[in-house]
Each structure stands twice: as structure tokens, then as C-alpha cells.
């Protein structure tokens, strides 16, 4: 079975980093996508940035374009979101997801993803 696991969230000022994981167990091939989703109090749940492990591509947002990177590590079987110059608006709590048997899908596109990891709670603070 896939199961994920977010990590790494935390309080940081504005202009600063973190990094989140996402620790993928369950998988038994490459045709999948994964994504990290936010959702900001009274919002809606919006896609951040996407991988393909088929081939590694990346897609984000225009919001953290140049800001974020995601990132895979396959011998862990980790994808990391790797957020720099964090700005306010950045405060979510942040998802990781897994869109199996799909190369690759619209960003944001819920509907594709079966699975989820936890939240991990991102606050950045002016």
C-alpha cells in the first residue's frame, strides 16, 4: 500500500528556508507523480510544485517560481520541497500526494492524486 509522510514543517521569518520531506513507501514502479499542495487558512488547497518519476520533470506555481524546488531522492524514496526567500504569504499547511500511473498531471489537479501524506504546518512570520 502507498503511504506518505510529510515532514520538516516549522515557524521561520520571512526571508528564510525550510525544507519539507515526504517519505514514500508502498511504491511498486516509476509512472507516478508527486505533489506538494498548501492550503493557507480560509483558502483553497492549491498545488505548489510537482515531480514525475518517470522522468524527473518539475513544475510549480507561478507564486514560488525561483523560490522552491522539489527534489527526489530515489534511493530513499524521499521528494523534498526545498522553499527559500519565504514570504508571509507562504503560511500553509503543506502536503505531499501521490498521482499513481500518471507521467504527469495539471498542477493542482486534485482529482489525479490517491494519496496523501499528514499536513505539516508551515508559519512564516514578518
Known amino acids: 500500500e502507498v503511504q506518505l509522510q510529510a515532514s520538516g514543517g516549522g515557524l521561520v521569518q520571512a526571508g528564510g528556508s525550510l525544507r519539507l520531506s515526504c517519505a514514500a513507501s508502498g511504491f511498486t514502479h516509476d509512472n507516478y507523480v508527486i505533489e506538494w499542495f498548501r492550503q493557507a487558512p480560509g483558502k483553497k488547497r492549491e498545488g505548489v510544485a510537482s515531480?514525475?518519476?518517470?522522468?524527473?520533470?518539475?513544475y510549480y506555481a507561478d507564486s514560488v517560481k525561483g523560490r522552491f524546488t522539489i527534489d527526489a531522492d530515489t534511493s530513499n524514496k524521499t521528494v523534498y520541497l526545498q522553499m527559500n526567500s519565504l514570504e508571509t504569504e507562504d503560511t500553509a499547511v503543506y502536503y505531499c500526494?501521490?498521482?499513481?500511473?500518471?507521467?504527469?498531471?495539471?498542477?493542482?489537479?486534485?482529482?489525479?492524486?490517491?494519496?496523501w501524506g499528514q499536513g505539516t504546518q508551515v508559519t512564516v512570520s514578518s
Open positions: 500526494a501521490a498521482a499513481m500511473w500518471y507521467h504527469t498531471v495539471v498542477l493542482g489537479t486534485e482529482d489525479y492524486f490517491d494519496y
Open positions: 515531480i514525475s518519476g518517470t522522468d524527473g520533470k518539475t
